[in-house]
């Protein structure tokens, strides 16, 4: 947290005033601070809001790297399945042409 040091001295008035003329009668806190402690307030609420929308933000990331795994696991067994899937054509394919193949040659035979 930064500190603020003045350059310049309190005006003299003040210096003179009595103890209790510079505090709130209320929460007996120094008129000269109170401002700076509802500034810091402020700051607080603002910095809470701040990790809140943060902390959304790393759970939706976590979420979608969650994510992107399943759907990367979920490529990769679609290639293998495809890759199955064509080599299982292949030899379909090859079984078929043979079988034409024979079926031409009794054919040529009669």
Do not use: W
Not at 37 to 52: D, L, W
Not at 57 to 73: G, N, T
């Amino acid at each position: 947290m930064d500190h603020h040091i003045p350059v310049h001295a309190l005006p003299e008035e003040i210096q003179k005033m009595l103890p209790e003329e510079k505090v709130c009668k209320y929460c007996g806190v120094s008129y000269l601070i109170l401002h700076e402690f509802k500034a810091m307030e402020e700051k607080v609420k603002a910095m809470e809001k701040e990790m809140k929308f943060y902390q959304g933000s790393v759970d939706r990331e976590k979420r979608l790297q969650e994510k992107l795994h399943s759907l990367s696991q979920e490529l990769e067994q679609y290639k293998i399945d495809s890759k199955s899937k064509t080599e299982r054509l292949s030899m379909f394919f090859l079984s078929i042409i043979y079988l034409v193949e024979r079926k031409v040659e009794e054919i040529n035979t009669l």
